[in-house]
Nanobody
């Protein structure tokens, strides 16, 4: 399984970015996918996930601002991030779950993309 994340960059507070994760080697219809992030000096934290059935779930800190979606034809998972805050600044990683079911724990994901940097600054 290989994951390629893209879409990071510099954005002003209140702005938007869309991250994309292209997966190869496993169909999204059979697995749970997640986005995590890690800011400097902080632990990796769960951001959003979408399970095999398309069920979506979010961290409280991003609920209402971020939207996770998937394109089954392209085998990609996107993260639309709106109303970005300085606290959202981090390296964002997409990951493939060990099972079909939702999980907020990084230990339940076994393949990770290379990460894409999101900088929120004026």
């Amino acid at each position: 399984v290989q994951l390629q994340a893209s879409g990071g960059g510099l954005v002003q507070p209140g702005g938007s970015l869309r991250l994309s994760c292209a997966a190869s080697g496993r169909s999204l219809s059979t697995t749970n996918m997640g986005w995590f992030r890690q800011a400097p000096g902080k632990d990796c934290e769960f951001v959003a996930g979408i399970d095999w059935s398309g069920g979506r779930y979010y961290a409280d800190s991003v609920k209402g601002r971020f939207t996770i979606s998937r394109d089954m034809a392209k085998n990609t998972v996107d993260l639309q991030m709106n109303s970005l805050k300085p606290d959202d600044m981090a390296v964002y990683y997409c990951a493939v779950g060990r099972s079909r079911f939702s999980s907020r724990m990084s230990s339940e994901y076994d393949y990770w993309g290379q990460g894409t940097l999101v900088t929120v600054s004026s």
